[in-house]
């Protein structure tokens, strides 16, 4: 069934309302941007320098008095993975360092173990090939001599 030229040009009425629509609906967006921006650019902006440098301070001097009471109660930094710093006693950074080296040994003797592990079936195998062809050999030798 064909589309009539009436309902033909009912959807591109409504088409073509529904794109003013958003074109409308765009440019007021774009108008609104353009004055917050203008508004925004109208802030005095050694203010927000100011405020910027003194929070900056205010975290330097925090930081700083953390720094100096950890380092007063004789606590350690420590940095993690992710480069944040913590602070840890003396019996937890011994901890720390036992249970990372303490890792450490167990994950190569593992690896130790598997690899001689994989030589020990190699080489079950390869004596088993090599018996093989050892057989093979002779069975050929048997048969061209029974043959010849």
Known sequence: MAISDK????????????????EKERLE??????????NDNSFNQSEVDAEKRDELRRIEIAEEEKRKFY???????VKDRAGNLYWLTKEEYEEKKHRIKSKHSSQNK????????????SSKYLFAGLLFFVLLAMIILVATFIIG
């Open 110 to 121: 593992t690896e130790l173990e598997i690899t001689e592990e994989t030589i020990k079936k």
């Open 71 to 77: 380092k007063e109660k004789g606590y350690i930094p």
């Open 29 to 38: 967006a774009i108008a609104h941007l353009k004055q917050v921006q203008q």
């Open 7 to 22: 309902e033909e040009d009912e959807i591109r009425i409504r088409m073509r309302e529904e794109l003013e629509r958003k």
